[in-house]
């Protein structure tokens, strides 16, 4: 069964401080693997797109990592602000289904001042 | 350039109704997948549409049902409404034939069922 699990669930962290999210996933055949935000009653937002041949892709202070072996992708966020916080929701594609995403749960980030 | 719309932005309805909700996608893009995302939860995919057809679905039931026009515009029907379709759908464009195709997503429809 095709499947992305995400951790932690939930993660609180001071303003200015890193964080990393994790995300494994099980689907096969793979294609891309993308991270979203995704604001409170909002529609997701893009952070970062990687194939399979990419194994970091950076977006400001959001850095994603693929690993295509191990099926392990995580998304690190630098000197963090108040507005980073969001769901942060990893999502896998098969190559079988260029239109069928499968999504995590997500990660809700608060981020204190 | 206009992103992804939705329409209404928030909808309350009874258990039995019917609903649908609209979707304009992003310029140029042509194909428009459905989501649906409960409170909490990842999205889940309900359908895709490309070329006025539908042509993948998740696994939702026949109650959920939808149509594409030759605008690439798209609605999202659902008959006999239970309490648990309560959520926020979510409408995402995105283009055919980009091999890592980026759907872009829409604000979203809340849908509250009484």
């Known amino acids: 069964k095709n499947q992305v699990e995400q951790s932690p669930q939930s993660l609180i962290i001071l303003e200015g401080k890193n964080c990393t999210l994790q995300?494994?996933?099980?689907?096969?055949?793979?294609?891309?693997l993308r991270w979203y935000k995704q604001d409170t009653g909002r529609g997701p937002v893009s952070l970062t797109i990687?194939?399979?041949?990419?194994n970091t892709k950076s977006n400001g202070r959001y850095t994603a990592t693929l690993d295509a072996d191990t099926k392990q992708s995580s998304l690190h966020i630098t000197a963090s602000q108040l507005s980073d916080s969001a769901s942060y929701i990893c999502?896998?594609?098969?190559?079988?289904?260029?239109?069928?995403?499968?999504f995590g749960q997500g990660t809700t980030l608060q981020v204190k001042p | 350039d206009a992103g992804v719309t939705q329409s209404p932005t928030h909808l309350i309805k009874t258990r039995g109704q019917q609903v649908t909700l609209r979707c304009s996608p992003k310029?140029?893009?042509?194909?428009v997948s459905w989501y649906q995302q409960a409170l909490g939860q990842g999205p889940q995919f309900i359908f895709q549409?490309?070329?006025?057809?539908?042509?993948q679905r998740g696994n939702f039931p026949d109650r959920f049902s939808g149509h594409q026009f030759p605008n690439y515009s798209s609605e999202l029907n659902v008959n006999a409404l239970l309490l648990g379709d309560s959520a926020l759908y979510l409408c995402?464009?995105?283009?055919?034939?980009?091999?890592?195709?980026?759907?872009?997503f829409g604000p979203g429809t809340r849908l509250t069922v009484l």
């Open positions: 995402a464009s995105s283009s055919q034939g980009a091999y890592t195709d980026t759907q872009y």
């Open positions: 995300c494994n996933y099980t689907v096969s055949p793979f294609s891309n």
């Open positions: 549409y490309y070329e006025e057809e539908e042509r």
């Open positions: 310029s140029g893009h042509d194909t």
């Open positions: 999502v896998v594609s098969a190559s079988s289904n260029t239109g069928k995403l499968i």
């Open positions: 990687m194939t399979f041949s990419e």
